[in-house]
Each structure stands twice: as structure tokens, then as C-alpha cells.
């Protein structure tokens, strides 16, 4: 009888510890987890991020990222960016002729020029170049950095997810972008008002040394600039959703850039729909990779179920685990 009993404890005490050690993970921060409650009062686990989570978390977010592309509940976002990319196709030339009419008005350069300073620092000689900046890859990489400070300096896991995902995106953005361009071969407007080809030719799969040699003729579509500022832009917002400005400023910013871009006769409108769906998935993708959800409000969150069985001192174990 009493080793019935005891076989009975072994489990049903496995699952107490479990749940208790679990529920003090979510009720106070560790050296390996952190809360962050939002006003809305879901409340977010942040484990302590490594220092090379940008690179190891690479490769699964971009399938993850390529599986959100083609998601059920995502194929009104598909099937939009499809059909904006081909009406806007149609008036690309008539868009990017009235486009630099307007920044005349506006008192607008149509070239972006910069002045470098310390050696390799940018300084940005116009308004046209500094909005033109702000879709940079430098610019993912100076708020990683910022990021990255107030993080250490506070011992702020999100803030330190933040910036590692910053620089993901950047990663994954240069991938997807690069990658697209290379099958789409779309010459960019610059390079086709000079040689005389209205909405510019499409030349799909050019060679890797055609493409170097001459690359306006194929990397119009989608703007890299673009998906790479709508990537970090929403690995911030993601992350920081209680702080409202972040997305008006942020799609004033991608709107002002994108204006000066084909304004500057660097892409066609129609390149922007493809840039804005990739950069949106791939911020998304990586910034939800690195927290998860608990809804204190019913103090419950999703949880894992694992069945462990072992042997010890003659008896044998079964128990239930919860991971939450």
C-alpha cells in the first residue's frame, strides 16, 4: 500500500513544483527572464538575450517569415500587395513625371548629395538625401546601437531584443530584397528615361555579373530601402506597442522617403506594395520571436504538456509537466 502511495505523490509533486517554479518565472524577473506589462494588460516574457541571436535566429525566421508570407489569415495582405503592384505598373511613368513636378515646387533636388565625414560618416547635403538616408542600413544599425546601450546599461531585455532584432531584420531584409530583384530585373527610372523605355523593361534572372556591371538596368523592384526601413520599423513598434508616436512618425518617415525616392527617379511607385508586405512580415516574424504572451488579466497563458517517466530507488515514475 505504501508504495502505491508514494508512486502516487511522485507525479502529482512534479506538477505542483512545476507549476509553482513557472508561475514565479511570470511574477518576478530572473537573470534568465524579465515581465513587461502593457497598459492593455497582456503581459510579456522576454528571455535574456544572446549576444549572437541575431545570426542563430536568422535562418528559422526566414522560414517562419516565408510561411507568414502565404498564411490563411494573411491573404487579404497578399492578394492586396498583387493588386497594387499591378495597377500601379500601368501609371508608373505618369506617377514619376508628376512626382518630380511637385518636388520642383516644393523647392526638391533630384539628386540626393552627401558630404562624408570622419572618413565614413554621411552627411546629408539636402533634405532629399537626408530622407533618403533614413531607409539606409546604417540607420537599422545606429538604433541597434542605441538600443543595444539603454538595454545594458538598464539591464533591459527588451530593449536588448530590440536591437538584436534590429539587426536582424536588416539581415533578412537584405536577403528577401536582394533576392527579388535578382528574379525581377526591373530597370529602375533613372536608367530608363536614359534609355528611352517608359515604366522601364523588365529583364528577369540577369547574371550575377550583368547585375554588378550595371545594376539600375535590374534593381528597381521592391525598394530594399523601403523593406528595409518598414522591417526595423516594426520590430520597434512590436515591441513597444503602449507608445503611440512610433507609427505615425514612422509611416510619415517611410512616405516622406518614399516621395523622395521616386521624385529622384531612383523607383517606381509600383516597386513600394511588395516592399512595404516583406518589410511588414519580416519585422513581425522576428520581433515575436523573442517574447512571449501572458494574459494576466486570467492569469493564464498558453501552455505545454510533457509526460516524463523514470526509475529510482525501485520505484517506478510517472509525472506531468507544465510549461507555461
Keep these: 500500500m505504501m508504495k502505491k502511495i508514494k508512486l502516487l505523490l511522485v507525479p502529482v509533486s512534479m506538477l505542483v513544483f512545476s507549476q509553482q517554479r ?11 527572464f524579465q515581465k513587461f506589462i502593457l497598459k492593455d494588460g497582456t503581459v510579456r516574457i522576454y528571455s535574456k538575450p544572446r549576444l549572437f541571436d ?3 535566429k536568422a535562418p528559422r525566421n526566414f522560414v517562419e517569415t516565408n510561411k507568414n508570407f502565404v498564411a490563411g489569415d494573411h491573404a487579404w495582405y497578399l492578394a492586396g500587395t498583387v493588386a497594387a503592384t499591378a495597377f500601379f505598373v500601368t501609371a508608373d511613368q505618369n ?23 570622419a572618413g565614413f560618416i554621411k552627411v546629408p547635403q539636402n533634405i532629399g538625401a537626408a530622407l533618403y538616408l533614413v531607409g539606409n542600413g546604417s540607420t537599422s544599425v545606429l538604433l541597434g546601437i542605441g538600443f543595444a546601450s539603454y538595454g545594458l546599461i538598464n539591464n533591459d531585455y527588451r530593449a536588448q531584443a530590440t536591437a538584436s532584432g534590429l539587426v536582424e ?30 515604366g522601364g523593361h523588365w529583364n528577369p534572372f540577369p547574371s550575377f555579373s550583368a547585375f554588378a556591371k550595371n545594376t539600375p538596368l535590374y534593381d528597381a523592384m521592391p525598394s530594399g530601402h523601403l523593406t528595409t526601413f518598414m522591417s526595423a520599423l516594426t520590430v520597434i513598434a512590436d515591441n513597444y506597442p503602449d507608445v503611440k ?35 511588414y512580415f519580416i519585422g513581425k516574424t522576428i520581433s515575436k520571436s523573442r517574447y512571449t504572451v501572458f494574459n494576466e488579466k486570467n492569469g493564464r497563458a498558453a501552455y505545454k504538456m510533457d509526460f516524463t517517466a523514470s526509475q529510482s530507488m525501485g520505484y517506478r515514475m510517472v509525472g506531468v509537466k507544465l510549461s507555461f
Excluded at 26 to 31: C, I, Q
Excluded at 170 to 186: C, E
Excluded at 254 to 270: D, E, N, V, Y
Aim: hydrophobic share 40%; aromatic share 10%.
Design 95 to 117: 506617377l514619376t513625371d508628376h512626382s518630380r513636378i511637385f518636388a520642383d515646387k516644393l523647392g526638391m533636388d533630384k539628386d540626393n548629395t552627401y558630404r562624408t565625414a
Design 22 to 32: 513557472d508561475t514565479l518565472i511570470l511574477k518576478e524577473d530572473t537573470e534568465k
Design 169 to 198: 531584420s536588416l539581415i533578412l531584409s537584405g536577403v528577401f530584397s536582394q533576392t527579388i530583384k535578382r528574379v525581377t530585373g526591373r530597370e529602375s527610372p533613372s536608367a530608363a528615361i536614359e534609355n528611352n523605355h517608359p
Design 245 to 279: 508616436w512610433i507609427k505615425p512618425v514612422g509611416y510619415t518617415l517611410a512616405g516622406a522617403m518614399s516621395f523622395q525616392m521616386m521624385q529622384s527617379r531612383l523607383h517606381w511607385f509600383s516597386d513600394y506594395p511588395l516592399a512595404l508586405f516583406m518589410g
Design 54 to 56: 541575431f545570426v542563430t
